[in-house]
């Protein structure tokens, strides 16, 4: 797997790329910044980007945008967005699209190499991570919403689909069948009204609306 890093800290970049050497994953550009970051993936087009979301200049959303014009850019390019704290509507705008291959972790995920590098293969492969504490706080709103049509337990299986988990891992996470699991995700599609389609687009399409109504 080829990847491109943009992250401004340098000790945190050399950190990333160290890590993934030792899960035998190739770093083929590091770099600072938004702009850098467009360079590096027209020049590469790498299997992954890792992207910080804030960046210089301003050190507000840089590296989304760049992220999301990277997208543009190179279109199914799996990215993952990493982020000092829980900002909500970045994790709604980098999934907005409508496609796979997005992930949204904090940076303290990072010390648990396991965790992270599971995102990595998961987004990397066409998957979606979005943060447990992203999850958690959209949880929390309790306000009115499309979301509230589920069962508390399809509320649950559906918080752990937006972490990127498969029908099997929700299984062993929940100790239920596996067609338990998938008579959930069935019933959280239609209780949606998200029509037939590809599998994938319509769990990503679920997870999206429950980040956009918590």
């Given at each position: ?119 990595v293969h998961r987004v990397a492969g066409g998957g979606t991570c979005i943060d447990q504490e992203v999850i958690a706080q959209l949880m929390a709103r ?73």
């Open positions: 797997m080829h990847v491109v890093i943009a992250e401004d800290s340098v000790l945190l970049r050399a950190g990333l790329q160290r890590l993934l050497a030792d899960e035998h994953i190739e770093t083929v550009a590091a770099v600072e910044d938004g702009d850098e970051l467009l360079v590096a993936i027209s020049e590469h087009r790498p299997d992954l980007a890792i992207v910080d979301v804030r960046m210089p200049p301003t050190f507000t959303d840089e590296g989304l945008r760049a992220a999301l014009r990277a997208r543009e850019q190179l279109p199914g390019l799996p990215v993952l967005v990493l982020s000092q704290y829980v900002e909500e509507r970045y994790a709604v705008e980098l999934l907005s699209g409508g496609a796979g291959g997005v992930g949204y972790l904090l940076k303290e995920r990072v010390a648990d190499v396991a965790e992270f590098v599971d995102a309790g306000r009115r919403n499309p979301i509230d049509v589920l069962t508390p337990r399809e509320r649950e299986v559906l918080g752990l689909m937006a972490q990127g988990l498969s029908n099997v891992a929700i299984a062993k996470s929940l100790t239920v069948s596996d067609g338990a699991v998938e008579k959930h995700v069935g019933n959280i599609f239609s209780k949606l009204g998200l029509e037939p389609s590809s599998v994938e687009h319509r769990r990503v399409r679920a997870v999206l609306t429950f980040l956009e109504q918590g």
